[in-house]
């Protein structure tokens, strides 16, 4: 594999439209120091509401320039873990915006004592802040003294530390041994595991890899184990000095997201998915004539003969196809993005794995994903982009304040763009072989990913902080019980758990993010839903949702749902998504046997 200097410039993103270099960086990283310090000085005090939106203006001004230095010193980090350069760089941004964010830590508080008439004035005079105010307001209980909330900014490095160690140790330190399949060496690592001999055609290969990964993993178990139960120990922490009753609660305060919801949504799967999941199981192991069902083998697709590698260019026309429902507008976003070099898409040494987007405030969108040529690559890219035309949209429609949408909607946009394009594809396949793969890669990629893989964390992330609140402390040993015990109820004797499917927890940065892991099911529940009005709605559908990918964070995720038609404030949403799953997955079997690859 490359190393990172020798990849095409072409295949990598363009970082210097934030910051033309390391000296303009550092320059406005003290500028935004000394804003902040102008900003705690001039609003110490507020007497008006005319002084209260100058603050709201100044905050946001601050946050934006804040957003973009995060996004150059940390999206330059996930590319290449070899490169100590981000890493300082990194470091650096990490210790200056702890200084910036004890400056402005003390404005939360305030506009919890100050004269209610002044704030409840300036919601009904700006109602795009209402919102904000709103969630500052009721969290005034948990909100602590000005002294111990700039401490608790100071130590953010401190409490961030684990995600940056968790990082370099697995991107970094983890090595993985080759495999040796009919005398010929493999060569193994992160990204050619998840991308190609995870769902490798020859069982062989496929298991072995699965061994040789998950013997790496198991190598470093001990000290990812004592960084995970340092991250949730620290949660603790905070969450008990602020005076909740449990982590969970603290996590889905940030979400604004009620605990009933949460637990509902983890239940009702939990409950209900499995046994559809049990089913494409099997029908795996009939195509494949597998010996046995291994959790080894779950990443396999269905070969039904179709099979087609794209140019990146070609997956760029597939694209813009399939989504011009969405505007024209939205199509010129589409086109920028790739010729604008928006997208990191080259594979080289040191990179992590999966994809994302991040859209730095007053800049384009930047998507790190690693381009394989193959087709399902197309739903990747159309994924990461519904982050970016979310927020392209959002940055370009509110202040940098109101952009801080939820957890629990963000994966909406995204998973919407995901589905409408395998809709599209699946529309204009040519054949049976061609239908049989789209429904596959419905299945096998986008909602066995985030209805499977990323809720199966959630169900074990849940237990884990259940046992913290009840003052346990965690160690690898725990953490591969609990994630065995979620497995085994979710797959029960239809998939054999092979040594190594407990280490599964090692492999997401998730749990370094908050309750990130349940909202890609809730997010796609809502995505699902917006797509079949996106593609069976009418032109006040698209209207409707163009209009709420302008909203960025002024509504409540649920009130954002909701003005995009979808009601997720009780399950009848997600029984139905589920229910959708349910009906490919018979589809598939059926086309499996009118194909006769069950022969």
């Known amino acids: 594999m490359k190393k990172r200097s020798e990849v095409d410039v072409k295949e990598t993103w363009k970082l210097e439209d934030i910051f033309e270099n390391d000296k303009a960086f550092y320059d406005e990283l003290e500028n935004t120091l000394k804003l902040s310090e102008d900003f705690k000085e001039e609003f110490k005090e507020i007497d008006s509401s005319e002084k209260l939106k100058r603050a709201l203006k100044s905050l946001s001004d601050i946050v934006a320039r804040l957003h973009r230095l995060g996004s150059f010193a940390g999206i330059s980090t996930e590319v290449d873990a070899n490169d100590p350069h981000p ?12 200084d910036i964010g004890s400056n402005l830590t003390f404005f939360d508080g305030l506009l919890t004592k100050i004269d209610e008439d002044i704030v409840n004035k300036t919601r009904k005079e700006n109602p795009d802040y209402d919102y904000y105010l709103k969630k500052i307001l009721d969290k005034k209980d948990h909100i602590l003294d000005d002294s111990a909330e700039e401490v608790l900014s100071k130590l953010a490095p401190t409490f961030d530390a684990p995600y940056g160690e968790y990082s370099s140790m697995r991107y970094g330190d983890i090595k993985v041994d080759p495999i040796e399949v009919d005398g010929k060496k493999i060569n193994l690592n992160h990204n050619n595991f998840e991308e190609y001999f995870e769902a490798d055609k020859n069982t062989e290969v496929r298991r072995k890899a699965f061994r040789n990964y998950h013997d790496a993993l198991r190598r470093y178990e001990r000290g990812n184990g004592a960084i995970y139960n340092t991250q949730v120990q620290n949660e603790k922490i905070v969450s008990k000095l602020r005076g909740f009753d449990s982590v969970i609660d603290m996590l889905l305060s940030y979400q604004d997201i009620p605990r009933e919801i949460y637990d509902n949504h983890i239940d009702t799967i939990m409950a209900k998915l499995p046994k559809y999941m049990r089913k494409y199981a099997n029908i795996i192991k009939k195509v494949y004539k597998l010996d046995e069902m291994t959790y080894a083998d779950l990443k396999l697709s269905i070969d039904s003969g179709f099979s087609k590698e794209i140019e990146i260019e070609e997956a760029r026309d597939y694209i813009i196809d399939g989504l011009k429902v969405l505007g024209d507008d939205y199509v010129e976003m589409l086109k920028r993005a790739f010729s604008e070099r928006w997208i990191d898409y080259a594979e080289n040494e040191g990179k992590r794995t999966g994809a994302f987007c991040d859209t730095p405030y007053g800049v384009h969108s930047y998507i790190m994903t690693t381009y394989n040529k193959d087709m399902s690559q197309v739903m990747t890219l159309a994924h990461e982009l519904g982050h970016a035309g979310h927020f392209e949209n959002a940055n370009k429609n509110q202040d940098a304040l109101n952009t801080n949408v939820s957890m629990y909607f963000v994966e909406s946009p995204s998973t919407a763009n995901e589905i409408t394009m395998e809709r599209y594809l699946l529309k204009n396949a040519k054949d049976d072989k061609q239908k049989l793969w789209v429904l596959d890669t419905m299945i096998s990629k986008t909602y066995y990913h985030n209805f499977v893989t990323h809720f199966l964390e959630a169900a074990f992330q849940r237990e884990v902080y ?66 079949e009005k996106l593609i069976h709605g009418d032109k006040e559908d698209i209207k409707r949702w163009r209009e709420v990918l302008n909203l960025g964070s002024t509504l409540s995720p649920m009130d954002l749902a909701k003005k995009a038609g979808v009601d997720m404030t009780n399950t009848k949403a997600l029984e139905d998504t589920i229910d959708f799953i349910g009906e490919i997955i018979d589809k598939i079997d059926e086309l499996c046997q009118k194909i006769g690859l069950y022969e």
């Open 466 to 531: 259940e046992r913290v609140d009840k003052g346990e402390s965690l160690s690898s040993d725990d953490l591969n019980q609990i994630f065995r015990e979620k497995l085994e109820e979710f797959w029960g004797s239809d998939v054999k758990l092979v040594d190594g499917s407990e280490l599964t927890w090692m492999r997401q940065p998730h749990y370094y993010m908050g309750l990130y892991p349940y909202t890609y099911s809730a997010g796609l529940t809502i995505g699902t839903q917006v797509s």
């Open 87 to 98: 890493q300082k760089r990194y470091a650096k941004f990490g210790t200056i915006s702890s």
